[in-house]
């Protein structure tokens, strides 16, 4: 059994998984992201979007990068991978595209836009084409429901699908002609992209575009017009009142996540 220390070991399999660039890149980019945070270990779901920016999806060295660079695991890091649906633990398309699928999306026809567009692409769930260009993804839900059946690429809304729109949104995006999103950017990025934007990494997208639709402000712009406003809960502060207690501002108590 060799004596070799583990963390040299661990250090040596990250190596030999990526590129040295890449390593370099990854390990000036995860040293900024830790320091955002009081402990390294918080920083782990932004370090997991940031090892997928690179990859594509989160890979063994993925894993092992991560682990290294928080001090824990690799099973506190799996736990963690396989918990949350955004981590992709097998290679996805250059353009993942979401199905919502939950309660409202699947009666407003999400159920029908799902079952036509995974038999047109010839693949399933979380499954790519042979291209490269396009996955597929069941949503249990996009929290858009004001736009029923809503779908999503890379993250990016496309409002009041069909399943006609829906193969004509896939079959753009394979052909490479752009397909501007019915909310936000002005132009679509990447699933790396996106993966690294979710880093915490801004590709200075944030403010194009409409943020929310008319149909969301609609009970906004209801209480705008007839003065209504939420009565104050009981116990907390009027708005004008400074907030005390451990977790007010520069109070917070220090919690270990």
């Keep these: 059994m060799s004596g070799e220390p583990v963390s040299k070991k661990v250090n040596a399999t990250v190596s030999a998984g990526f590129e040295p660039e890449a390593l370099e890149r990854l390990e000036r980019d995860a040293k900024e992201i830790i320091a955002r945070y009081p402990k390294p270990r918080s920083a782990l779901l932004p370090l997991l979007h940031l090892v997928q920016s690179e990859e594509g999806y989160v890979t063994k060295n993925g894993v092992a990068f991560c682990a290294q660079q928080l001090g824990i695991t690799e099973a506190e890091v799996t736990g963690v991978v396989t918990f949350y649906t955004q981590y992709k633990r097998r290679p996805v398309g250059e353009y993942h595209v979401g199905v919502c699928i939950n309660t409202l999306c699947a009666v407003m026809g999400g ?51 069909t ?6 949104l896939v079959d753009d995006l394979r052909v490479g002609k752009e397909v ?14 996106a993966s690294r934007v979710l880093a915490g990494f801004p590709d200075g997208k944030a403010l194009e575009g409409p943020q ?5 402000l609609v009970g906004l712009e209801l209480a705008k017009e007839h003065g209504w406003q939420a009565p104050p809960a009981e116990g907390h502060p009027e708005p004008d009142e400074p907030a005390t207690g451990p977790m007010a501002p520069g109070n917070q108590e220090d919690v270990n996540l």
Aim: glycine share 8%; charged share 30%.
């Design 111 to 161: 159920d029908q836009i799902w079952s036509e567009l995974s038999e047109h692409v010839g693949v399933g769930h979380d499954e790519a084409t042979e291209d490269g260009k396009v996955s597929l993804e069941r949503i249990e839900c996009n929290a858009a429901c004001d736009y029923a059946p809503v779908m999503t690429v890379n993250w990016e809304f496309y409002d009041n699908m």
């Design 212 to 216: 929310a639709g008319s149909r969301s």
């Design 180 to 193: 501007l999103p019915s909310r936000g950017p002005d132009s679509l990025t990447t699933w790396k992209g």
């Design 163 to 168: 399943p006609e729109k829906a193969k004509q």
